[in-house]
């Protein structure tokens, strides 16, 4: 009996020798969450569609971000998202719920290559696309903006796959990046309406079929004209379902810093085909966006973003949608390390069919609210820092 107690001594003194370690704090994980006030005003036209005014406090952002290196060569990373709608849906393709984000291995092959396997961003969607969560306000239409101010069918918000699982080859050149994907997609592309005769991450008969993949090429170049300048263009095609469904997503993007200056702009379009037991539609959606971020000291940044956007349906007749939207940011830290962040924003978004007595549609967007994020780990190494 007394032999059993050492033992249970010494692996208890052991473990807590192990977690209190500093090895134990060698890998980070960070708490990142963004809590927000919304305002949402509709005009009449969108009223009369079923639109309705709201407020509400909410959670933004909320998730945990684990990483670490292994070894010289071998890196993981995982975060799980705490806020978001379905966070219990498991995808049956790659068995994870929709609250995994990330959950991924990086090993350097080379000096200048990597292979990444398991769930990473697909990077759909140029600079846009390429925003991390807490910094997004509101999306262009063709990275899934809004479906708010279309009551009917549209192809917004619905087709962006921003997180799939598969397998990333990285060519690292200096100052520029080279990626070809190739991972599970879905078959649910398109329209809001689900044509395929089986839509979504679905069994087939007891088995899945071999043909639910998306592949990509992402390439951005920053050695051209200097750090300074950079370009970013990406294609991604999948053609799942045999045939059923189709879909491409294309973007041009660059960015040019100068001082406290930074300016973006991005051309994206999207195609998408599909049908149903009686008709195919041929449907696509384009957007521009500019962005222009004035940095007006250290800790404060205020950001002017357009965009121009047009959504059309094929059909007999074809639909076609266009939107013209606007936003304004403004972002504070309370010191300069990004810890805390304090942030405004104003939306202002419109919408045109040419569809026989449409009016114009409005939405008008207030967000106001704070970010914080830390790293749970260092808190146990020392005091925080005064804020």
């Not at 290196?69 to 990373?77: A, N, V």
């Not at 049956?92 to 929709?98: A, C, I, P, Q």
């Not at 936003?327 to 810890?339: D, P, T």
């Not at 805390?340 to 419109?350: E, L, M, S, T």
């Amino acid at each position: 009996m007394g032999y059993k107690i050492a033992v249970v001594k010494t692996l208890v003194l052991f473990f807590c020798v192990v977690i209190c370690s500093e090895e134990a704090f060698s890998q980070k994980m960070v708490l990142d969450l963004r809590l927000d006030g919304r305002g949402t005003d509709y005009n009449s036209a969108a009223e009369a569609d079923g639109r309705r005014d709201y407020y509400k406090f909410y959670l933004q952002t909320a998730r945990l971000n684990l990483s670490d290196t292994l070894f010289e060569d071998i890196s993981y990373r995982v975060r799980w998202r705490l806020s978001g709608r379905n966070q219990g849906n498991v995808t049956k393709r790659d068995s994870t719920n929709l609250g995994l984000d990330l959950a991924y291995v990086t090993v350097k092959t080379a000096p200048a290559f990597t292979v990444t396997v398991g769930k990473f961003l697909s990077e759909v969607g140029g600079y846009e696309g390429a925003l991390s969560g807490p910094e997004i306000y509101f999306l262009s239409e063709a990275n899934g903006g809004t479906s708010y101010l279309n009551n009917g069918v549209h192809l917004t918000g619905a087709d962006v796959n921003v997180y799939y699982t598969g397998a990333k080859l990285t060519w690292l050149p200096p100052n520029q990046y080279l990626a070809f994907h190739i991972a599970n997609n879905n078959t649910a592309v398109g329209r809001n309406e689900s044509f395929a005769v089986d839509a979504g991450d679905s069994l087939d008969n007891g088995t899945f079929d071999q043909d639910r993949s998306i592949v990509g090429l992402v390439y951005n170049n920053s050695a051209l004209l200097g750090p300074a300048v950079q370009t970013l263009m990406s294609v991604h095609y999948s053609n799942p379902g045999q045939g059923t469904n189709e879909a491409l997503y294309l973007a041009l993007g660059g960015q040019f810093t100068f001082d406290q200056w930074m300016i973006q702009a991005d051309l994206l379009q999207d195609r998408f085909k599909s049908k149903n037991l009686t008709a195919v539609y041929d449907d696509s959606i384009s957007s521009l966006v500019l962005g222009l971020q004035y940095k007006l000291q250290e800790t404060t940044t205020l950001q002017l973003r357009l965009y121009e956007s047009q959504e059309v349906l094929g059909g007999s007749p074809d639909a076609t949608n266009r939107y013209h939207d606007a936003g304004l940011i403004w972002e504070h830290y309370r010191i300069n390390n990004n810890k805390v962040r304090y942030h405004f924003a104003y939306f202002y978004r419109a919408m045109d069919s040419d569809i026989s007595g449409s009016s114009q549609r409005t939405e008008q967007d207030i967000i106001v609210g704070v970010r914080i994020m830390t790293d749970i780990f260092r808190a146990f190494e020392k005091k925080p820092e005064t804020l």
